[in-house]
């Protein structure tokens, strides 16, 4: 039940893009994004809602694909800022269920 | 808002001791939830409260672990006794409450639990 998150690292140098996949076995009714930095609590990115949507942030975007049960991040030119663990969340139709991925870590070098 | 407050914010402890770790949400908040980082398991949910009830604790990994809510700004994770594959970071989060599934969440800055 709990979602699956592709890549598990990755390695970026500033300017370069990213994406960041979460994929899940059951029928999502949204899809959370968190960063965590090193030592840090998890920071909210965004949510998305069924419908397909997708929602930007600044440079950091994301899908959610309701049918495909997938949602994907993406991060457009990369700033050191942006090195951290991201993790994705799955809320599933009956509410009362949530899991975290297992993340994906990435590091932006000059 | 002073956001989501967690204490104490780093515990070391003796196997076979009792530990109490302490959570108080943002107010307003009607969901809160207690989570469990490690590097082998990741974000673990361990249980969630919705205005004060808890919702589910299916992620409670054994009777050693209880967790309260007494009132709106003020929840425990008590582990009693203690052992040292418990050691992990504790983050107590909270939610303004529409849904579980739609609302961001507010993470406190972590209990680091040590036990030896």
């Known amino acids: 039940q709990q979602p699956v998150q592709s890549p598990q690292a990755v390695i970026l140098r500033e300017g370069e893009d990213a994406v960041i996949n979460c994929s899940s076995s059951?029928?999502?009714?949204?899809v959370h994004w968190y960063r965590q930095k090193h030592g840090e609590a998890p920071v909210f990115l965004m949510i998305?809602?069924?419908?397909?949507e997708q929602k930007g942030h600044d440079k950091i975007s994301a899908s959610f694909n309701e049918k495909k049960q997938q949602s994907s991040l993406y991060l457009t030119a990369s700033q050191l800022s942006y090195s951290g663990t991201y993790f994705c969340?799955?809320?599933?139709?009956?509410?009362?269920?949530?899991?975290f991925g297992s993340g994906t870590k990435l590091n932006v070098k000059p | 808002d002073a956001g989501v407050i967690q204490s104490p914010r780093h515990e070391v402890t003796e196997m076979g001791q009792e530990v109490t770790l302490r959570c108080k949400p943002i107010?307003?908040?009607?969901?809160l939830f207690w989570y469990r980082q490690t590097m082998m398991r990741g974000l673990e949910l361990l249980i969630y409260?919705?205005?004060?009830?808890?919702?589910?604790d299916s992620g409670m990994p054994e009777d050693r672990f209880s967790a309260k809510m007494p009132n709106a700004s003020f929840s425990t994770l008590k582990i009693q006794p203690s052992e040292p594959r418990d050691s992990a970071v504790y983050f107590c989060?909270?939610?303004?409450?529409?849904?579980?599934?739609?609302?961001?969440?507010?993470f406190g800055p972590g209990t680091r639990l040590t036990v030896l």
């Open positions: 409260f919705n205005n004060n009830v808890p919702i589910d």
């Open positions: 107010s307003g908040h009607d969901y």
């Open positions: 969340g799955t809320g599933q139709y009956n509410f009362n269920k949530f899991y």
């Open positions: 989060a909270s939610s303004p409450g529409l849904a579980l599934s739609t609302d961001t969440q507010y």
């Open positions: 059951k029928a999502l009714y949204s």
């Open positions: 998305l809602l069924k419908g397909g």
